[in-house]
């Protein structure tokens, strides 16, 4: 295998672990809008997500990288507002 073979590879590897965490994370989206729901609270919560992402980039060893993550934040959060509103939107029909 040469170097491009490995690295594809390895990315698949990866891509495999990121599928499995995306479930996980989106399994505990649906308690959060549960939650919301159950408490009268909007979906968009801007502190929340302010919040996360400083948070996060924190964990960045490579800030080279740090625009990047934060794009990759705040699609995934963008992601689980809309599914939020699925699963509202669903519940409310």
Known sequence: MNKLEIA???INRIDGEIARLF???MKQVEDVIAYKIE???QILD????KEVIEKNCKL???KKLEKY????LENMMRISREYQKEIL???EK
Do not use: C
């Not at 993550?69 to 990759?72: G, K, T």
């Open 8 to 10: 594809r590879k390895e």
């Open 23 to 25: 479930q996980e994370r």
């Open 39 to 41: 408490n009268n609270m």
């Open 46 to 49: 801007s502190g929340r997500e």
């Open 60 to 62: 960045l060893t490579e």
């Open 69 to 72: 993550y934060v794009d990759l």
């Open 89 to 91: 939107d669903k519940l």
